[in-house]
């Protein structure tokens, strides 16, 4: 026997509230050069922003030439133009430092990773990252060298680096010891908490953190990052083993809390459907009790069927009760193989963004440019449900720009670095691989342009067909997700009364989201019998 139909449901929204991101500008350095990569590594909070160009090969003043010591840039906004605030170089910048490859900011303190730093005595690739803080005068000063408190060779300590508030991270992932500096195991990795003394304005060392199973080649540390109280580090050559069996480099990740005064490894995460070598870790980030891990080799659809080599996928995962559980597996509505989704994310509050450097069209029909690269923004709704909402690309995309290779999010602001785009920010004067960075802003409409939207639902329950009414003319995209998460189908409304066909829906429940060509608008559960 058929369920009974439920009421007419109407679902009210304000389109005041309808956003979409736009680029807002590009940048470049004043002193680019060739093969620069200028954009390898980018963080942005608030007004500031960092981005690394570990190949770059001047000092501040443009002069000095050491191959690939590697600097990192300060942009300021103000009147809402980002301008270069300053030229960050190690002050005892070296050949081959690779100063830059890692870079995060946080308020007036930023910290750049050098992974091949050799130091003072020389140990070839020991590492070390630098703290810069910015006085009152906009001139940031470099006030620390950190390096790990048992300097060894090729630990790469300054691989990854991450700062907020008083607390900064930095992974060193060839270390072999424990937390101890005992228990040797060749590569499995580590990371550094360091804490700012707020009396002597340093940063001291705090805490060393390893894994709890910690086992040869995991490189624990290859990606970090932290938030608040919160510390995730990636081991993308981890091998898990659990209902899917054994498999070898499928890679992980840990979650570390702030409890008492000691980081303590609180969860340790792995895709749900975890595969071999699917460099699960190669990036992760946090923000609150969310967190984002990528891994750009993975092959299958939010479903795990499907298989696209290499399209990749991100995973997000919620905190409760000390507990953190995956709640949604994202890969790219238009996923392709070797797109490597995931290769970089970002997440701040409702909002995440997952870079695919090699991803090869803007959109359906366009002019394909081989690894052009793009990036996706996730949107969390009012249900706790993560939709991809937006992709990203670039006004002068070209084939082997590789926009997407990093990201960066933070409230209305987005950052996109291209490390191996050619030309300036007016388009012109072309240098091989010397990197760009963008900024796209999220853009709400003005309240006078705005009508209010309604529309209706129904039947609800459905079995053959649903009916979506609007109280005005609209153009919208109406997208079907089904539980996993998976986008099912998508249809195009140009009426005030629209049907559409969900006959071929196996039973279920599923998500309507509707959406302009370029903002979303609402969202819609409906249980299809």
């Given at each position: 026997m058929k369920h009974l139909l439920l009421p007419l449901l109407t679902f009210c929204f304000l389109n005041l509230n309808a956003q979409s991101w736009n680029q807002h500008q590009k940048i470049v350095p004043d002193d680019r050069e060739v093969n620069d990569e200028f954009g390898n590594a980018v963080a942005i909070s608030g007004d500031y922003a960092i981005i690394g160009a570990m190949r770059e090969d001047d000092d501040g003043n443009g002069q000095n030439d050491a191959p690939d010591a590697g600097s990192a840039y300060i942009f300021k906004r103000t009147g809402g133009i980002w301008t270069q605030e300053a030229k960050l170089v190690a002050a005892d910048r070296e050949s081959f430092d690779f100063f830059g490859h890692a870079v995060?900011?946080?308020?007036?303190?930023?910290?750049?990773?050098?992974?091949?730093e050799k130091g003072s005595p020389e140990i070839a690739n020991a590492g070390a990252a630098y703290i810069y803080e910015r006085n009152g005068n906009g001139l940031w000063a470099q006030i620390n060298k950190l390096e790990a408190p048992v300097r060894k060779a090729n630990d790469y300590f300054g691989f990854s680096v991450g700062i907020s508030g008083d607390f900064a991270i930095v992974g060193a992932y060839f270390e072999d010891e424990d937390e101890n500096e005992t228990n040797e195991i060749l590569s499995a990795g580590a990371a550094y908490v360091f804490k700012r003394n707020n009396s002597l304005n340093t940063w001291e060392f705090y805490q060393k953190i390893v894994a709890s199973d910690r086992s040869v080649d995991d490189r624990f540390g290859m990606s970090a990052a932290i938030s608040g109280d919160h510390i995730v580090i990636g081991a993308e050559f981890d091998d898990v083993d659990g209902s899917n069996g054994l498999q070898t480099n499928a890679g992980s990740a840990y979650v570390f809390t702030l409890d008492q005064d000691v980081w303590t490894e609180e969860a340790h995460l792995k895709a749900s459907d975890y595969g071999s070598s699917e460099h699960f870790g190669w990036s992760v980030a946090v923000s609150g009790d969310y967190a984002i891990v990528g891994a750009y080799q993975n092959d299958t659809d939010e479903t795990g069927q499907n298989s696209s080599p290499d399209a990749g996928a991100a995973y997000i995962f919620e905190r409760g009760g000390g507990l953190w559980p995956q709640v949604k597996?994202?890969?790219?509505?238009?996923?392709?193989?070797?797109?490597?989704?995931?290769?970089?994310?970002?997440?701040?509050?409702?909002?995440a963004l997952v870079g695919a450097y090699r991803q090869n069209f803007a959109g359906s029909g366009s002019t394909m440019y081989s690894d052009a690269?793009?990036?996706?923004?996730?949107?969390?709704?009012?249900?706790?449900?993560?939709?991809?909402?937006?992709?990203?690309?670039?006004?002068?995309?070209?084939?082997?720009?590789?926009?997407?290779?990093?990201?960066?999010i933070d409230g209305s602001d987005i950052i996109v670095g291209a490390l191996t785009e050619d030309e300036d920010e007016n388009l012109d004067n072309p240098l091989p691989e010397a990197g760009s960075v963008y900024?796209?802003?999220?853009?709400?409409?003005?309240?006078?342009?705005?009508?209010?939207?309604?529309?209706?639902?129904?039947?609800?329950?459905?079995?053959?067909?649903?009916?979506?009414?609007?109280?005005?003319?609209?153009?919208?995209?109406?997208?079907?997700?089904?539980?996993?998460?998976?986008?099912?189908?998508?249809?195009?409304?140009?009426?005030?009364?629209?049907?559409?066909?969900?006959?071929?829906?196996?039973?279920?429940?599923?998500?309507?989201?509707?959406?302009?060509?370029?903002?979303?608008?609402?969202?819609?559960?409906?249980?299809?019998?």
């Open positions: 995060a900011i946080s308020g007036s303190y930023a910290i750049v990773g050098a992974h091949q597996k994202a890969v790219a509505s238009d996923r392709a193989n070797i797109d490597y989704y995931g290769y970089s994310v970002a997440i701040d509050g409702d909002q690269g793009a990036a996706y923004l996730l949107t969390r709704d009012i249900n706790g449900e993560w939709f991809e909402t937006q992709k990203i690309n670039h006004g002068d995309r070209a084939t082997l720009d590789q926009f997407g290779y990093t990201v960066g900024f796209f802003k999220e853009e709400t409409n003005s309240t006078e342009e705005i009508v209010r939207q309604t529309f209706k639902v129904y039947p609800n329950p459905v079995t053959n067909a649903i009916h979506l009414e609007f109280d005005n003319p609209t153009n919208c995209i109406l997208t079907i997700y089904n539980a996993q998460g998976q986008m099912v189908d998508q249809s195009k409304l140009s009426d005030l009364v629209s049907v559409v066909d969900v006959s071929t829906l196996v039973p279920g429940i599923y998500m309507l989201m509707i959406s302009s060509e370029k903002e979303f608008l609402g969202t819609q559960r409906v249980v299809i019998y």
